[in-house]
């Protein structure tokens, strides 16, 4: 197993050749621990790799304004380029360490969860003296004075692909006892994102040409007079342990359903489950969040506060529908904005989508097998609580390739489903809905031979 990772190696690698002369064979520790370190290092870079998205990344951007007498006044931007993960409510939480002794003296379009120990300053007392301090959000409807362009959204943040132009929030800090130029600044460190979980790794500040602006008529352009970013990337290990959703199948041609995988999300709620006809769901505040998000799970085998179910409805001459559902099992929590983002080779020819909004994804130029799937407006983009009305769905028609269309050995399920940018756990491939032996090939009965048969049918009882 240990050596399994050196295979690849090339030949007159130094590993490779102390391995073939067995320089390492007497170091049992040494080699346990460089297999260990390749690992590590290549289990991390994929961690945050998401090959449906491989771009995707949240952007925060400070542009330095203008200059005071002990500091400077910035415009912090959050631009979320991720296709299809957004932030959902509570929101952002966004963190950082100051290299300095720097304090916010004030704060518009945002505010910090923690004032600190300002006691040394007597008179104006800053907003922040924390070392290190988290900002989050305002919520929507605080006073216009305290407001900023893209501000006051409860932190919540639409994907790239849902809609752009909410994608975006910010706010403006002044800062104090910290420099008053280009030189003398020094950035702030150790950036952490939380959204409003775990899951954001963000790298160090790197300081970038100036931001340039437009005045309002256009004509002149202004720019920043210091900008520096800070990219964040999404990792699910990071978030949890176990998926968040899975996914379930079944078709016009079998009377089987392939359920999802029993404990797919981990069995750990298990105990605290509650059963759909349970008299505590008649409770006063039960589907009330908790602060530490702890779900509410309606009892399942998967155990999965989300379930996707996939199931291929009928086979027309040219064409072929998909019913999607997905159905939510947590008593405590509302899916806003929820995304659904799905890898199959036909989705090349989506012809039209009934009650969802969908948006081809085409991370690698021409490859056109992943598309986006998200609610309708006042409609359905909001994902209620388990219970009656906790599902969504629609149905799709595409058109057949026909030098490709099977419904042979699983081809007309997913390859990979995502729920809010969360991978969700696929069934075993041995377990989806095969076709019955005695099949034809193409279950189609094509009309002209419907109409024959059915003349000579009428014509054999005269």
Known sequence: ?????????PPNSYLAVALRYGKLEENAEMRLFISAFFF??????????????PNGNITIKWDVMSWTPDGYVAVVTMNNFQMYRHIMTPGWTLGWTWAKKDVIWSIVGAQTTEQGDCSKFKGNVPHCCKKDPTVVDLLPGVPYNQQFSNCCKGGVLSSWGQDPAASVSAFQLSVGSAGTSNKTVK????????????????????????????????????????????????SQILARKNPSCCVSLSSFYNDTITSCPHCACGCQDKKSCVKPDSKILKSVGINTPK????????????????????????????YWRVKIAVTNFNYRLNYTLWTLAIQHPN?????????????????????????????????????????????????????????TFTLKNGWAFPRKVYFNGEECLMPPPDAYPYLPNSAPRNLLIPFSKLISSLLFLLIALQ
């Open 1 to 9: 197993m240990l050596f399994s990772l050196f295979i690849d190696l």
């Open 40 to 53: 590590l290092v290549i289990f991390s870079y994929a961690a945050a790799y998401d090959p449906l998205d």
């Open 187 to 234: 950035l702030p460190r150790n950036f952490t994102l939380l959204g409003p979980g775990l899951g954001y790794t963000c790298g160090g500040a790197k300081i970038v040409p100036p931001t340039t602006f437009l005045t309002p008529d256009r004509r002149r352009k202004t720019q920043a007079l210091m900008t520096w970013n800070v990219t964040c990337t999404y």
């Open 291 to 318: 602060k530490n998000s702890a779900p509410l799970l309606q009892c399942t085998h998967h155990m999965c506060p989300i379930r996707v179910h996939w199931h291929v409805k009928v086979n027309y001459k040219d």
């Open 347 to 403: 989705l090349d020819n989506v012809t039209r989508v009934f009650s969802f909004d969908y948006k081809p994804l085409v991370p690698y130029g021409n490859i056109n097998d992943t598309g986006m799937f998200y609610g309708l407006k006042f409609y359905n983009d909001l994902l209620m609580e388990a219970g009656p009305s906790g599902n969504v769905q629609s149905e799709v028609l595409l058109q057949k390739d026909k030098n």
